[in-house]
Every structure is written in C-alpha cells, then in structure tokens.
C-alpha cells in the first residue's frame, strides 16, 4: 500500500493562504499597488495567450 | 504553468492574481527557481509570523525539492510553487503533454487543455467550475 507523503508549504486545499492574502491586500496595500500588480499579470496573460491563440490556427 | 494563465492560453483570458508554476523537480532547476524568488524578493504568504517562522525557506532549492506547494509574495504579484495535488505529483502528472510555446525567446512550458480541464474539476472552486465554463463557451465545445 502506498504511504502518502507528508507534505510542507503553506499551501492548502481549503484556500487558507489565498483569503489570508485577500485580507492582507485589503489591510496594507493600496488599491493602485494591487492594481499594479494585477496588471503586470496582465501583460504576462497577454503573451501567454497570444502564444496560445497562434499554436491553436497553426 | 497552470491556473489562470494557463486558462488564458488556452482560449479564456482573464485578469488573474497569481501566476502558478509547476518546476521541474531536479535540483539545478529548482536552484534556478529558488534564485528567480529571491530576485523578486518573495515572501511566504498568508501564513502568520509564528506559523511562517516553523515552515522551512521556500527560497532554498533543498526546501523545494521536499516537494511541498507555496504561496508566495513577490514585488511583482503572487507566485505560488505548486507541486502536488491530490495523491499526484504534478509534474510527473503534467509534463507528458505539456505545449511548448517560445514567448520572446524564453521557452514555457503549458499545462495541455485536457490537463487543465482535469486539475480545474479536482479542484472545483467555484472560480474552476467557472474557467471551466467559460474555456468551453470560448471554444466553442
């Protein structure tokens, strides 16, 4: 039988560390920081897909 | 990459929080990765100080290559490490058929539209069911 591996990291299924962050942002970072952030993601999607939309009509 | 970057490359773009990576797992890669976070100056993320200070440094190569999942905060936004989910080894589980995409030169690796439709259903948060949804509307499924 196979023995699960005990795993490490602040990462859990429920989502503990993602509404800590939300709280956090909410807390202590401005809107406009956030914001920033959120968008250099957005630039980063935009590549990412634009990659995507040429693989798909290759 | 996986999550909602993934969803965008796959068809559904859409402002996301994070970007979710899945390393691969042998020890100069992660010694690549764990210099990238200290780079961008990442922290643990939404764990408190006493909780932070018993986790081992998610920003040393031999932390993760314990293979664990991390939230974490950069100067640039969100990064989470993920490695399992589940029972499943994600790279193992991942890598087999992930698409190869050249983005300015830089090779990234993509999780494959059937993969990420199966990590989205096991994880089925709502937001998931609803990539899920809206990846099926845009492809026209």
Not at chain 1, 19 to 45: H, T
Not at chain 2, 32 to 43: K, S
Request: hydrophobic share 40%; with cysteine; proline share 5%.
């Amino acid at each position: 039988m196979a023995v699960r591996r005990e795993r490490i990291g602040n990462w859990s299924p429920d989502g503990k560390a993602e509404s800590a962050r939300l709280r956090r942002d909410y807390l202590e970072l401005a809107p406009a920081e956030r914001i920033k952030q959120v968008c250099e993601l957005s630039r980063f999607m935009s590549r990412v897909a634009e990659a995507g939309r040429r693989q798909r009509s290759a | 990459m996986i999550g909602g970057v993934a969803v965008g490359f796959h068809g559904y773009v859409r402002a996301t929080k994070d970007l979710d990576v899945v390393p691969a797992p042998d020890p100069s890669n992660l010694e690549r990765l764990a210099a990238v976070l200290r780079d961008l100056d990442a922290e643990l993320d939404g764990a408190g100080e006493s909780e932070a200070s018993e986790l081992p440094d998610p920003l040393d190569a031999d932390t993760l290559g314990l293979g664990g999942n991390w939230v974490l905060q950069t100067r640039l936004g969100r990064f989470d490490v993920m490695q399992w989910i589940g029972d499943s080894e994600l790279w193992g589980m991942l890598s087999p058929a992930a698409l190869e995409v050249d983005l300015d030169g830089i090779r990234v690796r993509v999780a494959s539209y059937e993969d990420l439709v199966a990590l989205k259903r096991q994880a089925g948060r709502p937001s998931d069911l609803e990539d899920l949804e809206r990846l099926r509307q845009a492809r026209g499924e």
